[in-house]
């Protein structure tokens, strides 16, 4: 008989011998299956929070920072502690100017409670400046017509861009709004752009929803918030962006090292600015979802773990039951070898076969959930090839480290006591 015929032989009784089995082999795959399936679904799930939370964080822009002046407490330059430090147009300048690691800066200036009225209805809302420098660091999607052009900030174009909840005041369930006329702080603009919808959890001054978008320019000019701002130059806050997620630290020293040469700060001085970094708030809750999942899939082993005793536990148990039929082999000329593959392989296939099944149907539920809407906060459950992978491996693992024990323990049986055992 040859190698492929001998191995096609004992595939065949092992398979007999867990068919012979059925009821006991199927409890035992339903541990293995179901240890899968545990460790299959949490690990994703954790995976699905993590990227829901990236995303919902991107709702303010990807890997910005938003930067407020704050109060010294150290004494600098000859200046006294305890400086209110105000952010200055020329900041911005500066920035761009001596900040390599920083790759688009620009200002925020906003003014509270500006009154707002249409042709039907009325409100009073938070309007912010902005420009093109501004949009393509905020994530501020348009729906309907178009965002804020440079051009517009240049000629001072009184056009502005309404927010969901905005438009909902101004103009209820009105459609055709592109092109019409509000009236903002008494002024005459154009609609040019709706927002889309956000659904944000996080926010420095206000929903996105809630806001009046026109440039910069004409906010300083029709409705700053204090006469500084529009006669100083003085500004909310300035909002940044680095090179890549790993200059942010970087980029946050020479900004502290620029701005502190330019009001008389010292750059350690951690109160004299106020930094909102996403790419920190981020990490943050990437080190927090990892450690979760971490103790998420310690669960889940362990579920997969007592499933491989269970298997162990059969196969030992497939042992004793047939010990007289190992010492008739052993006697008939079969070889140690021969034994040691029968068992393990009968143990191997099934673990091979419910860990599969667990697979299998780990990715049949995952493929239902994510075909529905997903909540905010949460991606679905994305389990990708990697993961697969790594769930073949462990299963690999636990079926060989499940089947070789009792397969090891009947091959070393002596045929003279394993034949009288059956006496």
């Known amino acids: 008989m040859t190698f492929l015929g001998q191995i096609a032989g004992i595939l065949h009784q092992a398979i007999a011998e867990l068919w012979r089995h059925k009821l006991r082999s199927f409890l035992t795959m339903f541990g293995i299956s179901w240890g899968i399936i545990a460790l299959a679904l949490l690990t994703a799930s954790g995976e699905g929070?993590?990227?829901?939370?990236?995303?919902?964080?991107?709702?303010?822009?990807?890997?910005?920072?938003?930067?407020w002046g704050g109060r010294t407490s150290s004494h600098a330059g000859g200046q006294r502690a305890g400086r209110y430090i105000r952010l200055h147009w020329d900041d911005v300048q500066a920035i761009r100017e001596q900040c390599p690691a920083i790759k688009t800066v620009a200002p925020e200036v906003k003014t509270w409670n500006i009154p707002a009225e249409s042709d039907f209805n009325s409100g009073r809302f938070l309007t912010v400046g902005v420009d093109s420098e501004y949009l393509k660091i905020r994530n501020l999607p348009i729906a309907t017509g178009r965002n804020i052009r440079q051009n517009d900030v240049?000629?001072?174009?009184?056009?502005?861009?309404?927010?969901?909840?905005?438009?909902?005041?101004?103009?209820?369930?009105?459609?055709?709004?592109?092109?019409?006329?509000?009236?903002?702080?008494?002024?005459?603009?154009?609609?040019?752009?709706?927002?889309?919808?956000?659904?944000?959890?996080?926010?420095?001054?206000?929903?996105?929803?809630?806001?009046?978008?026109?440039?910069?320019?004409?906010?300083?000019?029709?409705?700053?918030?204090?006469?500084?701002?529009?006669?100083?130059?003085?500004?909310?806050?300035?909002?940044?962006?680095?090179?890549?997620?790993?200059?942010?630290e970087e980029a946050q020293r020479q900004v502290r090292h620029t701005l502190g040469n330019i009001h008389g700060f010292d750059p350690d001085d951690e109160t004299a600015l106020s930094f909102w970094d996403t790419i920190e708030n981020s990490s943050t809750f990437d080190g927090m979802f990892q450690s979760i999942g971490i103790f998420l899939g310690?669960?889940?082993?362990?579920?997969?773990?007592?499933?491989?005793?269970?298997?162990?536990?059969?196969?030992?148990?497939?042992?004793?039951?047939?010990?007289?039929?190992?010492?008739?082999?052993?006697?008939?000329?079969?070889?140690?070898?021969?034994?040691?593959?029968?068992?393990?392989?009968?143990?191997?296939?099934?673990?091979?076969?419910?860990?599969?099944?667990?697979?299998?149907?780990?990715?049949?539920?995952?493929?239902?959930?994510?075909?529905?809407?997903?909540?905010?906060?949460?991606?679905?459950?994305?389990?990708?090839?990697?993961?697969?992978?790594?769930?073949?491996?462990?299963?690999?693992?636990?079926?060989?480290?499940?089947?070789?024990?009792?397969?090891?323990?009947?091959?070393?049986?002596d045929p003279v006591v394993a034949m009288n055992y059956e006496k």
């Open 49 to 67: 929070f993590s990227q829901g939370q990236r995303e919902n964080m991107k709702q303010l822009g990807d890997a910005i920072v938003i930067m």
């Open 154 to 248: 240049e000629q001072r174009n009184r056009v502005c861009v309404l927010g969901d909840s905005v438009r909902d005041q101004l103009f209820e369930n009105r459609t055709d709004i592109i092109g019409k006329n509000v009236r903002i702080n008494g002024f005459h603009y154009s609609v040019i752009g709706l927002l889309s919808k956000k659904d944000q959890d996080s926010s420095y001054d206000g929903w996105d929803n809630d806001k009046i978008l026109i440039p910069n320019t004409n906010l300083i000019k029709d409705c700053p918030q204090n006469h500084a701002m529009a006669s100083e130059g003085w500004l909310n806050l300035i909002v940044y962006k680095a090179k890549s997620d790993t200059l942010w």
């Open 298 to 413: 310690a669960i889940a082993l362990l579920t997969l773990s007592l499933g491989g005793m269970s298997v162990m536990n059969t196969m030992f148990t497939s042992v004793a039951e047939r010990t007289g039929e190992i010492g008739l082999k052993k006697a008939l000329g079969a070889k140690r070898s021969r034994i040691l593959f029968e068992f393990f392989l009968e143990g191997f296939i099934l673990a091979a076969l419910s860990g599969g099944a667990g697979i299998l149907f780990a990715l049949g539920l995952a493929s239902f959930v994510n075909s529905f809407p997903m909540p905010a906060y949460f991606s679905g459950i994305p389990i990708d090839f990697f993961l697969v992978l790594q769930l073949t491996l462990i299963l690999g693992a636990v079926a060989v480290v499940a089947a070789m024990p009792p397969a090891w323990r009947a091959s070393r049986l």
